[in-house]
């Protein structure tokens, strides 16, 4: 079983970066892909990002796309967020998550088997 501790968030200004951070230990990190969502209070957990098994794809949502890059280092067993000009509307608990497949075609939260306790970004106008 993997399990999964999120770093980085934090208070930051609009327009600001911070850069979320996701130790898993276990065997199986690189064998799967890895995900970022995010829940806001009062609405529902997200999807944000997600990467392949061997760090070759990504997939965003749309609020995500040239703003946010997911990585990973596979011999580290880290998942990363990089997140750049953030808005208000980013204010959320992120959590990181790993999936049950290697790729990035299913991106649903059952789509992820093990997840991290989450890390709150709060961004001020």
């Known amino acids: 079983q993997v399990q999964l501790v999120e770093s980085g968030g934090g208070l930051v200004q609009a327009g600001g970066s911070l850069r979320l951070s996701c130790a898993a230990t276990?065997?199986?990190?690189?064998?799967?892909?890895m995900g970022w969502f995010r829940q806001a209070p009062g609405k529902e957990r997200e999807f944000v990002s997600a990467?392949?098994?061997?760090?070759?794809?990504?997939r965003d949502a749309d609020f995500a796309k040239g703003r946010f890059t997911c990585s990973r280092d596979n011999v580290k067993n880290m998942l990363f967020l990089q997140m750049d000009n953030l808005k208000p509307e980013d204010t959320a608990v992120y959590y990181c998550?790993?999936?049950?497949?290697?790729?990035?075609?299913?991106?649903?939260?059952?789509?992820?088997?093990?997840w991290g306790q989450g890390t709150q970004v709060t961004v001020s106008s």
């Open positions: 998550a790993k999936g049950r497949y290697t790729g990035v075609n299913r991106i649903q939260e059952q789509d992820f088997d093990s």
């Open positions: 276990g065997r199986t990190f690189s064998d799967h892909a």
């Open positions: 990467i392949n098994w061997a760090g070759e794809y990504t």
